[in-house]
C-alpha cells in the first residue's frame, strides 16, 4: 500500500511538471502564457508557455501545428522568430496536452519596451517609465489579426485560457489584474506576483482583458514604488546588523564600567 501511494504521488508530480507554467495553482490549464519577471531598469526574463496552434492562431507565426512534426525543425523556427538584438533565446521546451503539441520558450530581455520590435510580441507595447516617487508598468494589447475560422482549422474552441503573469521587484501601490471571468480585483499572489486571465475567444475578438485608471481599454497597469524590496532588505538587514554591534559595544562597555576593581596591595608587612 504505501509503494503504491508513493507511486501515485511520483506520477501526480510528473503530469504537473510535463508543462512547466501551463497551469496555476489553482487548477486553470493555460493555452497561450507569457511569464515575464523584470527589473526596474527594464531588463527581464520572459518565458512563453503555448501550444503551437494558440501561436499560429494568436500571432500568425508559420509554425507546423501537427504533434507528430519534427521537434529540432519547430525549435529552430521558434528560435529564428523570437530571437532578436533585444532578446536572447534560451532554453525551448516541448511537450503535448490534449493531443497538441506545447513549447516552453525561455528569453532573456535587455530592455522589454523594445519587445514589440519582435514579431511574436508586436501586438503588445511595453512601458515603464518613472512617475514621482512611483514606477508605472503598462502593457497594452492589440487585436489578433485571425481569420474568423482560424480557431476551427487550430482545433481550437476558443474557451481555452490566455494569461499573462507579472513578477515585480517592487512594492505594488495599484494593479488592475482579475480573475477569470469575474471582474472584481484579483490580489498579488506571494507580495508581488499579479496573473491577467482571458478566454482565448474573447481575446481574438478584441475584448478588453483589463482597464488602466485612465479607462484605457486592454491596459495592464501596474503602479509601484521605485526601490525594490531586496535594495531595501538589504538596507534594513545592514542597519539591524549595525544596530546590533552598537548593543554589543554598549553592553561591553557596561560591563567593563561596573567590574569591581582589584584591591590595592598592602603597605605594611604583618607584625612577627
Keep these: 500500500m504505501r509503494a503504491a501511494a508513493v507511486a501515485i504521488v511520483l506520477a501526480t508530480l510528473v503530469a504537473a511538471c510535463s508543462g512547466p507554467g501551463s497551469f496555476n495553482p489553482l487548477g486553470v490549464e493555460y493555452e497561450y502564457e507569457e511569464d515575464l519577471k523584470i527589473a526596474l531598469d527594464g531588463s527581464g526574463t520572459l518565458v512563453v508557455n503555448a501550444s503551437i496552434p494558440a501561436l499560429v492562431v494568436l500571432r500568425g507565426l508559420p509554425l507546423d501545428t501537427d504533434r507528430l512534426a519534427r521537434g529540432d525543425k519547430l525549435k529552430s523556427q521558434i528560435r529564428d522568430l523570437y530571437a532578436s538584438e533585444s532578446v536572447r533565446v534560451g532554453r525551448i521546451g516541448n511537450w503535448t496536452r490534449h493531443g497538441r503539441r506545447f513549447v516552453g520558450i525561455h528569453l532573456t530581455v535587455s530592455d522589454i519596451r523594445a519587445l514589440p520590435k519582435v514579431a511574436p510580441f508586436s501586438w503588445a507595447r511595453y512601458e515603464l517609465r518613472e512617475d514621482g516617487e512611483q514606477a508605472v508598468f503598462r502593457q497594452t494589447l ?3 489579426a485571425a481569420a474568423p475560422d482560424a480557431l476551427a482549422k487550430a482545433g481550437l474552441t476558443g474557451n481555452e485560457v490566455v494569461a499573462f503573469r507579472l513578477h515585480l521587484p517592487a512594492r505594488i501601490r495599484h494593479q488592475n489584474s482579475h480573475y477569470l471571468d469575474r471582474p472584481d480585483s484579483r490580489p498579488a499572489s506571494r507580495g508581488n506576483i499579479l496573473t491577467w486571465e482571458q478566454r482565448l ?6 475584448q478588453p482583458i483589463a482597464y488602466a485608471e485612465d479607462r484605457t481599454p486592454d491596459v495592464m497597469e501596474v503602479r509601484m514604488d521605485r526601490q525594490s524590496i531586496l535594495y531595501r532588505t538589504l538596507w534594513l538587514f545592514g542597519l539591524a546588523f549595525l544596530a546590533a554591534l552598537l548593543v554589543i559595544g554598549l553592553l561591553i562597555w557596561l560591563t567593563m564600567r561596573r567590574a ?13
Design 260 to 272: 569591581p576593581e582589584d584591591p590595592e596591595p598592602s603597605s605594611h608587612l604583618p607584625s612577627a
Design 201 to 206: 475567444g474573447q481575446r481574438l475578438e478584441g
Design 142 to 144: 492589440s487585436k489578433p
